[in-house]
């Protein structure tokens, strides 16, 4: 599960980056602002069901 987690914030991180140094429009920059909450809700989630 850890090794898991790990791997996914990686490929997350590496996601925010490339969004944020991309050239989108303010409404794509918006969404995934969002799904970065909703992502950080999940994991939160995740840690207290472990």
């Known amino acids: ?3 898991w987690k790990i791997l996914t914030t ?5 996601i925010t980056v490339g969004i944020a140094f991309s050239e ?3 409404v794509m920059k918006t969404s995934a602002a969002m799904l970065v909450l909703i992502y950080w809700e999940l ?3 995740l840690r207290k069901l472990d």
Do not use: K, P
């Open 1 to 3: 599960m850890r090794v």
């Open 10 to 14: 990686i490929v997350f991180i590496l």
């Open 24 to 26: 989108i429009d303010t």
């Open 43 to 45: 994991e939160d989630i």
